[in-house]
């Protein structure tokens, strides 16, 4: 009966019902591809799959076209196309289900898509040529969706540009997908690609096609009346740019904090410390006006902005002593917090660890290749931590998200293929050279060598003369010894789109608690930036002026927008991602440590570290108190990636908080900062105020001082009531959080 009716569609479609022998020309590349992955056949559910499904496999998201249509065409004898009669083909047969399809149905008998295959099969299935049927970009309109209000809809149309020139609506192709489908809900029908509007915020729509990608911004307004923009102090173009779009958006930003606010915040994102109770008066009753960029200067002169910076730098590097031993860890620590004391230039900094060679004792930067040994984790660290790319997906397959392919992961892996360690002449020392041979990078699917090639275009900078000259991407770099070289240039130069972006998002987050892109070591087409003018303002800025970190942070710490108060208005509660008011970020682990010991005035004791060391200090993660850095979100340095280091508030950590030796001996400590004002006589009004000072950094409040005061006062035991006080403090929202 199934024979039958096959054999009847094909003579309606050989008559002219379907007209497969007047249709346009149609190949697998420019028509039948794409067909198979909006229909599902490549996700990774069906036959995408690592293993396939059903003994058939397809490339993830057809990321492999050449690979796709070899496996249609001759994986089991071809048994999936029938020629003479392409209506029995099981490829048009297992879709609509005229035979069983673990699928389902994928697409009706006789609709377009039916079609097109049909067709296709009838003209002989041809893969067509890439040189014309590869797909240069897409277009979108619109360029920008602006809702007014929530319940708003807009439809998207997306176009295709063929490398012939050619150009196609594949709206009905293309998969259009939204990264906050709460906010902006896409509706794909056959007729159109609408977008609906649910709540005010911002959104990104990723339109994928072909293994092409872009993105179209969506906002939603806010629709209460009454919104009136109220000009607040513009300190210099980040606020500029801050408020250019809040004022678009209908957001009105938070004003400044008070004084003693910003010097707890200042001084915990740029020495890692609270500031002491005697600097906490003396900076609030300093008249001044310009008090507050002389205090970021004087905390970036501080020896503690060098070890909070070190500490910072440590992490995505991965020193650690389980990698580099107990000397090289010690050498590495000290070649970094060098650098940051000299206030090193950046990209010098980066291209001395990817040049190094050599002892890894006699030129610590050496250590950097340590930790990952083998080309291909050397290449992933080097662009996630430098270009905050993440290109460990592609190893495996092209990247489902993003434009680079497995063929660029190999050639990118190539330039650290040559780079070989051997053991030293002391313990634990190890050579880092050059080889001469066996270091090809070969491909996994066909052993072929991969040449060394740069993933994006930037302008080359020459060894020596250093003159500009344009490097294409398809140009091998220089091989054996200068592979590094080439790399080390391509990824500093001044214009490579990536390296300053990626380095002042990184910064950025650390002032703010998110980046401009996020997650910063994520930088994808998928992933935009919330303000992409600040962005290239922030690195233009940063590359005008050499790479130079500290003036980057100094930029930012003077800005209004880092100033701003956690407090909101009507306008901005709900904002998260434009930077309209400061929010609350828990301390990391070791600020907390260091803002205990500063709080109750005992300081930690690290083993195998010297007496008085804060824990900003400790060289490597094996060095620890009681579990307490750990356990409040110190990275184990396993891995490069921001993710490691925690800072969420879990319910372990409030129970060590509550009732852990880490604070309760520290406060009742007979050396302790209670115990000395005890002794020393304080009156109670003043041993309340030091307790605020050096826990909260700021004097108590009227109600707070009273409420002090009587509790003091309210029975035997003054001590113990003093350490209760103080125990409250150091648990209280407003310690543990830097705001």
Not at 556 to 575: G, P
Request: charged content about 25%; hydrophobic content about 40%; some cysteine.
């Amino acid at each position: 009966m199934l024979r039958s009716k096959l054999s009847l569609l094909s003579l309606l479609l050989l008559a002219g019902v379907l007209s497969a022998a007047e249709a346009p020309k149609v190949t697998f590349l420019r028509d039948v591809a794409p067909i198979l992955n909006k229909t599902g056949c490549t996700s990774g559910p069906c036959h995408g799959a690592a293993k396939g499904k059903n003994g058939f496999k397809l490339s993830l998201r057809g990321y492999d076209p050449q690979f796709d249509y070899e496996t249609l065409l001759y994986d089991l004898s071809g048994r999936r196309f029938n020629r003479a009669d392409p209506a029995r083909s099981l490829m048009l047969a297992k879709p609509t289900q005229q035979v069983p399809h673990g699928g389902g149905l994928r697409f009706e008998i006789g609709s377009p898509y039916y079609k097109t295959i049909y067709n296709w099969i009838a003209q002989g299935v041809p893969f067509g040529d890439p040189a014309k049927d590869s797909v240069r970009r897409l277009e979108v309109e619109p360029k920008e969706m602006l809702m007014k209000a929530p319940g708003e809809s807009a439809v998207v149309k997306v176009s295709a540009i063929f490398a012939d020139g050619g150009q196609r609506d594949v709206t009905r192709e293309a998969v259009v997908e939204s990264n906050v489908p709460d906010l902006a809900a896409v509706t794909d029908s056959p007729v159109a690609v609408s977008v609906k509007a649910a709540r005010i915020g911002e959104a990104t729509l990723l339109v994928r096609y072909q293994g092409s990608f872009t993105t179209l911004p969506v906002t939603v307004l806010n629709p209460k009346p009454g919104f009136a923009w109220k000009p607040l102090p513009q300190n210099n173009y980040i606020d500029r740019l801050i408020d250019s779009k809040l004022e678009r958006l209908k957001i009105q930003p938070s004003p400044a904090v008070d004084d003693a606010a910003f010097l707890r915040r200042a001084s915990l994102d740029l020495k890692g410390q609270l500031p002491t109770p005697e600097e906490v008066q003396g900076f609030v009753a300093n008249a001044s006006k310009a008090k507050r960029s002389e205090l970021i200067e004087k905390l970036i002169a501080n020896p503690a902005y060098v070890d909070h910076w070190t500490l910072k730098w440590g992490d995505l590097l991965q020193n650690s002593r389980k990698y580099l031993g107990e000397k090289g860890a010690f050498e590495f620590r000290e070649w970094i917090r060098d650098s940051i004391a000299q206030n090193k230039p950046y990209d010098r900094m980066v291209r001395e660890m990817l040049l190094a060679k050599g002892s890894s004792y006699e030129n610590p930067a050496a250590n950097f290749y340590r930790v990952t040994r083998d080309p291909k984790p050397t290449m992933e660290k080097t662009t996630q931590v430098f270009l905050g790319v993440r290109m460990v997906c592609a190893q495996c397959h092209d990247h489902p998200f993003e434009r680079w392919t497995q063929n660029q992961y190999y050639e990118m892996a190539a330039f650290f293929s040559a780079v070989g360690l051997r053991p030293g002449y002391e313990v634990g020392e190890e050579i880092l050279y050059d080889q001469r041979q066996d270091y090809d990078m070969k491909h996994p699917k066909d052993g072929r060598v991969m040449n060394p090639k740069f993933i994006l275009p930037a302008t080359w900078r020459g060894p020596g003369a250093r003159t500009d000259a344009a490097l294409p991407t398809d140009a091998a770099p220089p091989t054996d010894a200068q592979r590094r070289q080439a790399y080390a240039e391509w990824l500093t130069a001044r214009d490579n789109p990536f390296f300053a972006k990626s380095t002042v998002n990184r910064v950025w987050s650390y002032f703010f608690g998110r980046g401009i892109i996020d997650p910063v070591d994520d930088i994808r087409a998928s992933n935009p930036p919330s303000n992409p003018a600040l962005l290239d303002a922030l690195a233009k800025d940063f590359v005008d002026h050499n790479f130079d970190l500290r003036h980057l942070m100094r930029t930012i710490a003077n800005s209004r927008t880092y100033q701003a108060s956690v407090a909101t208005n009507e306008w901005n509660e709900k904002d998260g991602e434009n930077f309209s008011h400061a929010i609350p970020r828990r301390l990391s682990a070791e600020e907390l440590m260091d803002a205990l010991a500063l709080a109750t005035g005992v300081r930690p004791v690290f083993p195998e570290a010297p007496p008085d060391t804060r824990a900003e200090q400790v060289t490597d993660p094996h060095v620890g108190k009681d579990g307490f850095l750990d356990l409040f979100g110190r990275p184990a340095r396993e891995s490069s990636c921001e993710c490691e280091r925690r800072s969420d508030l879990s319910l372990p950590q409030a129970l060590n908080l509550v009732n852990g030796k880490t604070i309760s001996d520290a406060v009742a400590d007979a050396g302790g900062r209670v115990a000395k004002a005890i002794l020393s006589g304080r009156p109670d009004r003043d041993l309340v105020t030091e307790l605020y000072l050096s826990s909260l950094s700021r004097p108590p409040s009227a109600g707070e001082l009273e409420s002090g005061i009587k509790y003091l006062e309210g029975g035997a035991g003054r001590a113990a009531r003093a350490q209760d006080l103080l125990w409250a403090l150091v648990n209280s929202k407003a310690f543990l959080y830097n705001y």
